[in-house]
């Protein structure tokens, strides 16, 4: 297993949660790194991305000023914090490494197994 993720399960609206996902050294270093999530009966869309160094972090825009992705080159892992969680965000978050293309778009080369995310009302 290359990238890992993991901290998904059943909050409350309004409620916070933490992302992780543990990746290989070789994925993770110089590489962007983002998180995607995918519900029911939808294509898989952006949440966030972090360049590289950690310096750029790009989000869509329904979880920008709520949700923060961070990056820690010791721990090799990279995380998604999301705050005022909402029942749209009820999903499976994925996380990506290395874009093959554009940072939004699904086209990257390593994907880790997904986790799932809920959010009651």
Do not use: H
Request: proline share 3%.
């Amino acid at each position: 297993v290359q990238l890992q993720a993991s901290g998904g399960g059943l909050v409350q609206a309004g409620n916070s949660l933490t992302l992780s996902c543990a990746a290989s050294g070789r994925i993770f270093s110089g590489y962007g790194m983002a998180w995607f999530r995918q519900a029911p009966g939808k294509e898989r869309e952006f949440v966030a991305y972090v360049n590289n160094n950690g310096r750029i972090a790009l989000y869509t825009d329904s979880v920008k000023g709520r949700s923060t992705i961070s990056r820690d080159t010791a721990k090799n892992t990279v995380y998604l914090q999301m705050n005022s969680l909402k029942p749209e965000d009820t999903a499976v978050y994925y996380c990506a490494g290395r874009p093959r293309g554009i940072y939004y778009r699904p086209t990257y080369d390593y994907w880790g197994q997904g986790t799932q995310v809920t959010v009651s009302s």
